[in-house]
T-cell receptor
Framework: AQTVTQSQPEMSVQEAETVTLSCTYDTSESDYYLFWYKQPPSRQMILVIRQEAYKQQNATENRFSVNFQKAAKSFSLKISDSQLGDAAMYFCAYRSANGNKLVFGAGTILRVKS | AAGVIQSPRHLIKEKRETATLKCYPIPRHDTVYWYQQGPGQDPQFLISFYEKMQSDKGSIPDRFSAQQFSDYHSELNMSSLELGDSALYFC????????????FGPGTRLTVT
C-alpha cells in the first residue's frame, strides 16, 4: 500500500518570503500522480499543483512550484513571495495511475506572519 | 465556473439515526469520490463511482452505502450512526482519465450526538 509522509506538522514564514513544505511517499509503482492540496480555515480542499511521475520537469503554478525527486520519492512544495492568504493546512497526496483514490499525508499547517 | 455541490452543508443527528449526504458533480464529470475527514486528520477515501458503477472501495464501514445515479449525482447513506462518524464528508469529482484531477466540494459537516 502506498503511504505519504509529511514530517513538518507546522511551518511559519514571513510575508513575502519563501517557504518549502516537505513530502515523501512510498510506492512500488512507476506511474502515478502527486498533488498538493490547500485547506484554509473554511475547510474547502483546493488543488494547488499536480505532477505526473513520468515527467522530469517540475510543475509550476504562479508562486507555487515543486521539487520532484522520483528516485528519492520526494515531492516538496515551494511557495514564493508568501501572502497572508497562503495560510492554511497543506496536504500532499498520491494517486496511482491505475487507481481512483487519493492517499493523503497528515498535513502541514502553514502560518504566514505579517 | 461550476463547482461540486454538496448538501446539506451541516447535519446534526443522534446515535443510531440515519443520514443521507448528497453530491452533485461538476457538469460533464463522470466520476465521483467520497472522503471522510475526522477532526485534525487527513481525508480518508471511502468509495468512488464511475458511470454509476462502483470503481473503488476504501475504508467504508458496512453501515454506509453509496450509489451514483443516472444524472451522475451521488448519495452516501449512513445508518446506525455512531459518535465516531462525526466528521467532514467530502465529495470530489473528475473526468475519468483526464489529468486525474479531483475537484472537491465544500464538504458536509456531520455531527452525531
Amino acid at each position: 500500500a502506498q503511504t505519504v509522509t509529511q514530517s513538518q506538522p507546522e511551518m511559519s514564514v514571513q510575508e513575502a518570503e519563501t517557504v518549502t513544505l516537505s513530502c515523501t511517499y512510498d510506492t512500488s509503482e512507476s506511474d502515478y500522480y502527486l498533488f498538493w492540496y490547500k485547506q484554509p480555515p473554511s475547510r474547502q480542499m483546493i488543488l494547488v499543483i499536480r505532477q505526473e511521475a513520468y515527467k522530469q520537469q517540475n510543475a509550476t503554478e504562479n508562486r507555487f512550484s515543486v521539487n520532484f525527486q522520483k528516485a528519492a520519492k520526494s515531492f516538496s512544495l515551494k511557495i514564493s513571495d508568501s501572502q497572508l492568504g497562503d495560510a492554511a493546512m497543506y496536504f500532499c497526496a498520491y494517486r496511482s495511475a491505475n487507481g481512483n483514490k487519493l492517499v493523503f499525508g497528515a498535513g502541514t499547517i502553514l502560518r504566514v506572519k505579517s | 465556473a461550476a463547482g461540486v455541490i454538496q448538501s446539506p452543508r451541516h447535519l446534526i443527528k443522534e446515535k443510531r439515526e440515519t443520514a443521507t449526504l448528497k453530491c452533485y458533480p461538476i457538469p460533464r464529470h463522470d466520476t465521483v469520490y467520497w472522503y471522510q475527514q475526522g477532526p485534525g486528520q487527513d481525508p480518508q477515501f471511502l468509495i468512488s463511482f464511475y458511470e454509476k458503477m462502483q470503481s473503488d472501495k476504501g475504508s467504508i464501514p458496512d453501515r454506509f452505502s453509496a450509489q451514483q445515479f443516472s444524472d451522475y449525482h451521488s448519495e452516501l447513506n449512513m445508518s446506525s450512526l455512531e459518535l465516531g462518524d462525526s466528521a467532514l464528508y467530502f465529495c470530489a469529482s473528475s473526468v475519468a482519465g483526464v489529468k486525474n484531477e479531483q475537484y472537491f466540494g465544500p464538504g458536509t459537516r456531520l455531527t452525531v450526538t
